[in-house]
């Protein structure tokens, strides 16, 4: 039994702190709260952090390394939506990465959108539907639905495999949450969204969609995007709370080494005009409701001792942590006992099944004459992206991209079908010489290289393939290599040295001219085919919205309409 005498206590009820003591083992047994009295501690005790919506994968690491890097940060519960192994896996992988062992708790949410699209779309290694999802439900781990993407699954009238996975979540496991990604949905839209039984969304917010979802009925998980200083003012409103709860969504592995984890949205919330004991709320009693974890995410009573020493209130610094009532971190020496991985079956090590590639797979031929193509435009302060049109004068078939303001960029099928290369042009890419190829590349993972040469994209792209996965950087007389063994998107080294590898990455993509919030996941999301409006998948340009594929070389006619 451990007794915390005179300390600050965290009242979840009232929102506010208590001077007292208190008792636990791996649950709290006595809470001894003086409420009508002024106290001396040097201690605040709050509940440990809870991330509801989250995917360790975005931190290329493994859920056993995840762990000892979030914890020092005080996040002691997750719950992850694991895609990106079940993109490269399937069930079979995603299993396997949810049995490895972690010292904080991992619950898990079943990946919905796997592929992210169809496969007429994009080519993935993983498949689920409602067979997979009844096999997932077995687990006790699983507590949630994860992320449904595809809005027009849900808006649809025919039966389709978004409302199967929905109505066979529902069957097995009643009453559990269902997540949502729902970007720039409002009005009707919006309530036929959340009428399909997807009730909370993740992506970035404004005051106007703030106050339009909750009062839909919507629940919100808050990321580090969306914590603005209006965002935070709308979210303040006394009425609010338990309507929202923060969350990461992705961290990088530089930025988690380097900032933090949930304990850095909390952080921002706070220096943007949130009371600290609001920010508390939202970061632990509010996403435990959420997620029917019933039995932590307060200090009362029988729930379990997960508990943060903050030894400074205004800098949230954090003193120690103890999990499950047993200290396990300490800022003086760190993690008691860091968690180590276990052997991995080498065929998760292997998993890129392409033969190298050669300029002449990448088929860039055009008539010639002056034409107006079709480009992906790239943003610099979002992820979106636009179509749009260049004009282009083609000699022998072939033009300059690089002098013209354009990249090449592809995304190379990793998964034994030899599938052929569909080529296509970015603007607002590399400005310098150079190629970047990864097989992190979301969420199909296939191998995505941008490049200002057809030469340098092949070695790039070769070098991945040699090293079974990885992120390559190529100038005309320097390589560089981040391996990423596991699936070819998650490394097996240490967090320190893999943020200190994302951040060479990211340095590499500053230099080039590349231009971003977060450059390395800018790149990444350039093949996800669900995030507006132009994207790249194996199979050639792709129009998000309309869910088709599309010809660079034909989009635009000499009226400016579609071909």
């Known amino acids: 039994m451990t007794t915390l005498k005179n300390v600050w206590i965290y009242n979840t009820a009232y929102r506010a702190f208590d ?189 106007e969609s703030i106050r339009e979802k909750i009062s839909a009925g919507m629940f919100l998980e808050i990321q580090q995007k969306s914590v603005k200083k209006e965002t935070v003012e709308a979210l303040c409103d006394e009425y609010l709370a338990g309507k929202f709860c923060f969350c990461t969504d992705d961290v990088m592995p530089d930025v988690l080494q380097a900032k933090g984890h ?132 083609v000699q022998d078939n072939a033009f300059d991209f690089f002098a013209s303001g354009l990249n090449v960029i592809a995304c190379v099928e990793r998964y034994g079908k030899e599938s052929p290369i569909k080529p296509a042009f970015l603007k607002n890419g590399l400005k310098k010489s150079g190629a970047i190829c990864s097989s992190w590349a979301h969420d199909s993972h296939n191998l995505l290289v941008l490049a200002t040469s057809v030469e340098l994209a092949v070695r790039a792209v070769n070098l991945v393939i040699e090293n079974q996965g990885g992120i390559a950087l190529v100038d005309e007389k320097k390589e560089s290599f981040v391996p990423l063994a596991y699936g070819g998107i998650v490394s097996l080294e240490p967090m320190p040295k893999l943020a200190k590898r994302i951040e060479g990455v990211r340095k590499w993509l500053q230099l080039h001219g590349y231009e971003a919030k977060e450059e390395v996941m800018n790149f990444a999301v350039l093949a996800l085919p669900v995030s507006p409006e132009l994207k790249i998948s194996d199979k050639g340009l792709v129009d998000v919205l309309q869910k088709r594929i599309l010809d660079w070389r034909t989009y635009w006619n000499e009226e400016g309409k579609i071909s």
């Open 19 to 207: 001077f007292g003591s208190l008792e636990f083992d791996k649950t709290i047994t006595h809470v001894e709260r003086q409420f009508e009295e002024e106290g001396t501690g040097a201690y605040a005790i709050i509940p440990g952090f809870i991330d509801i919506h989250m995917h360790i994968e975005s931190s290329m690491t493994t859920v056993s390394e995840f762990s000892n890097a979030a914890l020092p940060h005080g996040t002691t519960t997750i719950v992850a939506d694991c895609h990106e192994v079940a993109n490269v896996f399937g069930v079979e992988g995603l299993q396997a990465f949810m049995d490895l062992p972690s010292v904080l708790d991992v619950f898990y949410a079943i990946p919905s959108s796997v592929p992210a699209t169809s496969a007429e779309l994009e080519t993935s290694g993983g498949f689920i539907d409602s067979e997979q999802v009844i096999q997932l439900c077995k687990r006790d781990d699983v507590i949630a639905l994860g992320e449904i993407m595809n809005a027009n699954d849900l808006f649809s009238e025919s039966p389709n495999r978004t409302k199967r996975i929905i109505e066979t979540f529902k069957a097995c496991k009643p009453g559990f949450p269902i997540e949502g990604h729902c970007p720039k949905i409002s009005g009707e839209q919006l309530s036929r969204f959340i009428a399909g039984g997807v009730d909370s969304d993740h992506t970035e917010q404004t005051p």
């Open 262 to 393: 949930l304990d850095a949205v909390v952080k921002q919330a706070i220096s943007y005009g949130m009371s600290i004991t609001e920010a508390i709320y939202a970061s632990t009693y509010s996403p435990a409701m959420r997620m029917r974890l019933f039995d932590r995410g307060q200090i009362a009573p029988g729930k379990i001792a997960d508990l943060l020493v903050i030894d400074d209130l205004e800098t949230l610094h954090i003193k120690a942590i103890f999990k499950n009532g047993v200290m396990i971190y300490d800022s003086s020496n760190g993690l008691v006992t860091p968690m180590k991985l276990p052997l991995l079956p080498e065929k998760y090590l292997h998993s890129i099944k392409r033969q190298k590639i050669g300029t002449k797979d990448f088929d860039l031929s055009c008539p010639d004459g002056k034409h107006d193509i079709l480009i992906i435009e790239k943003d610099s302060a979002t992820t979106f992206t636009r179509k749009g049109r260049q004009s282009v004068m």
